[in-house]
């Protein structure tokens, strides 16, 4: 049962350091023109609040989720923040 379990988590971190460089290559293909038209979204695609909503999950100061993880509350959030400074 151990030998399960090691393999199940060698396999998880594997798979987690694949999931990484794939993450890391994407983020190396943002530039400036990429978030300035992030910005100019009035009503972007249900896909792209979705990621939105999710980066300010991963970006939670101290571990707090914000409730609000709308849209609005996206631009706002990115509008304070350093993630602009990528590109």
């Known amino acids: 049962m151990l030998a399960v379990q ?9 798979l987690s350091y ?17 978030l300035t038209e ?23 100061l101290s571990g707090k989720i914000p409730k609000d993880r709308s849209w609005k509350a996206a631009k706002v959030r990115y509008q304070k923040s350093t993630i602009y400074a990528l590109a």
């Open 6 to 14: 090691s393999l199940n988590f060698s396999n998880f971190l594997l």
């Open 18 to 34: 694949i999931f990484f460089l794939a993450l890391q290559e994407a983020l190396n293909t943002l530039n400036k023109a990429n």
């Open 38 to 60: 992030l910005k100019s979204f009035g009503s972007p695609p249900g896909a792209v609040t979705n990621v939105t909503a999710a980066v300010m999950v991963l970006l939670a």
